[in-house]
């Protein structure tokens, strides 16, 4: 039985809302989600199967066709084989009568999309396609065969010596190739690593268009690397110091500051005061009076003048006030 090795990840460079976990539990939903059933997921490999004048091959063991599995992995080969049908996370396999699962962040040239039935659409395209996968991922106790188009591009002597150069702690360069809700992948020319959305920006990101684009150029830094499944934690935050690690000593109640109306949200507004550190103006410190919604008071890309009301750096809060400043 194969053991699958331990993940590198030193102290200091943990990300901060559990990487991997996050990364587990999103790819494990995907590649467990039931195949859409209509006839457009339904592929011509399946009708012919149903068709008994048909002569039909000869499909080896599950127990066998697991070890097959194995060894292309050990050997760093690729596979040839039809895509069977499609969830929202990427693409469904049928290899040797095991299900397999391409992540769409694994496949060639996908559009990134935020909304699900444009990726819904997109992934329809790949129906009955034959595609060239590297299997990148496999534990056969969990029914787990996660594949990669991408990979099959890259050799496997070119693929070590990536793993080799990428250690924990070290700036790389690369380009960003898809956006999911969790996160931003990065080609780093012949492996492909995720930046968490947590870490994006030392200030809050609802989604990683955010912060960057599909196709461009950034450095990151490496948090931690599993050359035995080809994961590889990246950060873009790190490049910079923390601005909450000395909020505490640059701001104090009743300080006036200004800044930038970030985001309003139906509890209050967000205001930018620095590069990557936003402090909260909760609706009660608004305005005088009755209103409807915070918009009614601000909107986003105001600039505006504000009160501290407190800081606590550890907490990563700065309350801010509206009320009673002029100007």
């Known amino acids: 039985m194969h053991k699958e090795p331990t993940p590198i990840s030193p102290p200091?460079?943990?990300?901060?809302e559990s990487f991997w976990a996050a990364l587990f539990t999103q790819e494990s939903a995907n590649a467990l989600a039931t195949p859409p059933t209509d006839d457009q997921c339904v592929t011509e490999l399946e009708t012919m199967d149903s068709d008994l004048s048909l002569p039909t091959a000869v499909?080896?063991?599950?127990?066998?066709a697991w070890q097959m599995a194995w060894e292309l992995f050990d050997a760093d080969e690729t596979i040839e084989t039809a895509v069977a049908g499609f969830n929202k996370g990427g693409l469904?396999?049928?290899w040797h009568g095991l299900q397999g699962f391409v992540p769409a962040s694994q496949l060639i040239d996908f559009p990134p999309h935020r909304q699900e039935a444009e990726r819904t659409r997109a992934l329809q395209q790949w129906q009955k396609k034959v595609l060239r996968l590297k299997i990148i991922e496999i534990n056969d106790e969990q029914n787990r065969l996660i594949l990669s188009e991408r990979a099959a591009l890259v050799k496997a002597d070119e693929r070590d010596e990536l793993f080799r150069n990428i250690v924990p702690g070290k700036?790389?360069?690369?380009?960003?190739?898809?956006?999911t809700d969790f996160g931003a992948f990065v080609d780093l020319g012949g492996a492909e690593g995720l930046i968490h959305i947590s870490e994006l920006s030392w200030s809050r990101v609802t989604h990683p268009t955010d912060v960057v684009q599909p196709g461009q150029k950034v450095t990151v830094r490496v948090l931690s690397v599993d050359p035995g499944n080809g994961r590889i934690a990246l950060s873009l935050k790190r490049l910079k110091s923390d601005p909450w690690q000395t909020v505490d000593e640059r701001f104090q109640p009743g300080q006036i500051v200004e800044g930038v109306v970030s985001k309003v949200v139906n509890f209050g507004a967000f205001v930018q005061i620095e590069d990557e550190l936003e402090g909260l103006i909760h609706i009660s410190e608004l305005a005088e009076g009755a209103f409807l919604h915070p918009r009614n008071v601000v909107r986003?890309?105001?600039?505006?003048?504000a009160r501290v009301l407190?800081?606590?750096g550890a907490a990563k809060r700065l309350a801010l006030s509206l009320r009673g400043i002029s100007g």
């Open 12 to 16: 200091q460079l943990v990300a901060d």
């Open 59 to 64: 499909e080896p063991s599950r127990e066998d």
């Open 92 to 94: 469904l396999i049928n």
């Open 171 to 179: 700036r790389v360069q690369g380009e960003i190739t898809n956006l």
């Open 300 to 305: 986003c890309g105001q600039m505006v003048r």
């Open 310 to 312: 407190y800081v606590d």
